[in-house]
């Protein structure tokens, strides 16, 4: 029989990743909640329609990424390959626009069937942070200082670089996305098969292609900031002014856009050298269109996504949070084996982390402790039953003393302090 493996592109959890992700996602929780945002948890797979309204035809992710297929009920439903339009879908669903502004933070798996390699993976893990009903530059800024928060308290602030730009309004957008078109329109004949099928469509796609041909063509197109009016300059002005005066360091990528029309003003990505290509670990914008673009009411809306596994190889050893040391209960012969299971049980109702050894004799027992990291080891036998003690060793400094049960979860809360 063949040996069981993961699906390509997917990995187990567990071990000192599980705590890279614990530590990380508790950060995070933390953060949010101090801005005043609530969680929430959409469904992992949606009707495809949520998707492919939202993410548009053209997008390599409804193209050929989404992990889509139809149900026993012939419903076509597809994994989660993000997570605003579930958010978007739950605000109109559940009629939130009554109670807006909405600040959600979300956390879980994202499928994309994409090639593995280095940083991207099948399943993936998102943490996600949404603010609905908010047109003002406050929500952009506060989203902003959302994300840097969580990377300085990740430790990793320092190697992060913000790279920010507007997409501008709608006036502005539509006049850049002419000049594009007319721009490209004259190198139909240069232009990868994947930039010719967006330039009717989302031509500020093009700006994205890694084709060397298209780089090339696009080192002379126009750029967005010719085409910005007064009121997306003031926009982005206050959003620039916003985060210097919370001291977050950026950098202006006029290069940097989303190709989808729902999208304005701000856009952001939070990248890093130390990843290899793939560099960016939170990436952001306003999307002001998508509501209504979804059916529901017209809604201002700005948020991020980060990525987990990419975060989890750039935080430090020193950060992870430790489990609390166990203390083992080490039964000395069969009869002292329900005794030993009482004490365990009553030390763990009292808040201690404990383990035992099912089997072997004492020395046995004493080797699996110190393996374990135990900071002490209960002994328990037949002359300690008669007398209602036991003997606790504390395995750090080699003593060992004589305690009485009715005192031991006592004993042991104040030595492990």
Known sequence: MARLQPVRGT??????????FRTIYNIFRSVAERYGHEEIDTPIFEFTETF??????????????????????????????????????????????????????????????ERPQKGRMRQFHQMDIEILGVPEAQADIEVLAIASDLLNELGIGDHITLELNSLGDPESRNAYRDALIAYFGGYKSQLSEDSLKRLEKNP????????????????????????????????FKEVIGGIEDIGIKYEINDRLVRGLDYYSHTAFEFTTDQLGAQGAVIAGGRYDGLMEMMGGPKTAGIGWAAGMERLAELISEDLLEKSA???????????????????????????????????????????????????????IGEAEMARNVAMVKNLDQGSQEEIALDKLASYLAEQRL
């Not at 990995?11 to 890279?20: C, E, F, Q, T, Y």
């Not at 009920?73 to 978007?88: D, F, M, S």
């Not at 750029?223 to 926009?235: A, M, P, S």
Request: glycine share 10%; hydrophobic share 35%.
């Open 11 to 20: 990995h187990d959890i567990l071990g000192d990743k599980a705590i890279r």
């Open 325 to 379: 040391r166990p203390v083992v209960i080490a039964p000395v012969g069969n009869d002292a084996q329900s005794m030993a299971m009482k004490i365990a049980h009553d030390l763990r109702a009292g808040g201690i982390v404990v383990d035992m050894a099912y089997r072997g004799n004492v020395g046995k027992r004493m080797k699996r402790a110190n393996k374990q990291g135990a900071s002490h080891a209960v002994l």
């Open 204 to 235: 500020m796609r093009i700006l994205d292609s890694k084709d060397e041909g298209d780089r090339a063509l696009i080192e002379n197109a126009p750029r967005i900031g010719d085409f910005y009016n007064d009121y997306t300059k003031e926009f």
């Open 52 to 113: 492919k309204r939202t993410l548009g035809d053209t997008s390599d992710v409804v193209t050929k990424e989404m992990y889509t297929f139809e149900d026993r009920g012939g419903e076509q439903v597809t994994l989660r390959p993000e997570y605003t339009a579930g958010i978007a879908r739950a605000f109109i669903s559940n009629g939130l626009q009554q109670v807006m502004p909405c600040k959600f933070y979300s956390y879980g798996p994202i499928f994309r069937y």
